[in-house]
């Protein structure tokens, strides 16, 4: 009964590496969001789309490149890793865009780049 | 854009004391603050949220004050107990906009 789930939770890679991470709700929701967790644990937008539509777009590299197929899923790819990268990454959603609904997260994906 | 900081980074507490956590914001537009709770391993969870037409909200021993003139919103933690060891994180927003800011995050810890 996952309400946002995320694959992987851990993931361990080289740099210079591309990899991906999935998102999916089954709240109904049509607003999915991209954050990233620093080490530090500062909890930064990057990406946030509505029914499959990009709507925010923070300065993030374009080695990071979101996909939505459907309202559902909102997937994140990162091309040619970098040690910088290396984060908690949280995929979170909400019932609609314009209104301060509440967020919904996933567990997180820790990401490892070496 | 809106900048939002939160004191102190890191709280301990006795069992059964409050807690206070404080943050400022700098965007005086913004007119909606969740406070959401991350507990170990584990993603965010909005515990509490309180719009600007609004000074206090309470939510059994949870509340969370709002001034506005001097750009500042707190959440108050009373009776603590082990569970609410966890890094909360305050935001600002605007109504009818989903983009929130999110502070730094404390660290609360609950000393049995």
């Known amino acids: 009964d996952t309400a946002v789930s995320q694959t992987p939770k851990y993931l361990v890679t080289q740099m210079g590496n591309d990899k991906s991470i999935k998102c999916e709700q089954n709240?109904?929701?049509?607003?999915m969001y991209w954050y990233k967790q620093d080490s530090k644990k500062f909890l930064k937008i990057m990406f946030s789309?509505?029914?499959?539509?990009?709507?925010i777009n923070e300065t993030v590299p374009n080695r990071f490149s979101p996909k939505s197929p459907d309202k559902a899923h909102l997937n994140l790819h990162i091309n040619s890793l970098e040690l910088g990268d290396s984060a908690v990454y949280f995929c979170?959603?909400?019932?609609?865009?314009?209104?301060?609904?509440?967020?919904?997260f996933g567990p997180g994906t820790r990401l490892t780049v070496l | 854009g809106e900048n939002v900081e939160q004191h102190p980074s890191t709280l301990s507490v006795q069992e059964g004391d409050s807690a206070v956590i404080k943050c400022t914001y700098s965007?005086?537009?913004?007119?909606?603050f969740p406070w959401y709770k991350q507990e170990l391993g584990k993603g965010p969870q909005l515990i509490i949220d309180?719009?600007?037409?609004?000074g206090e909200k309470k939510d059994q021993r949870i509340a969370v004050t709002l001034n506005k003139t001097a750009k500042h919103f707190s959440l108050h933690i009373t009776e603590t107990q082990p569970e609410d060891s966890a890094v909360y994180f305050c935001?600002?927003?605007?109504?009818?906009?989903?983009?929130?800011?999110f502070g730094k995050g404390n660290q609360v810890v609950v000393i049995p």
């Open positions: 979170a959603s909400s019932q609609t865009w314009g209104r301060d609904n509440e967020q919904f």
């Open positions: 965007d005086s537009a913004s007119n909606y």
């Open positions: 309180i719009r600007s037409n609004v």
């Open positions: 709240l109904g929701h049509d607003t």
């Open positions: 789309y509505n029914n499959k539509e990009l709507i």
């Open positions: 935001a600002a927003g605007y109504y009818g906009n989903n983009r929130l800011a």
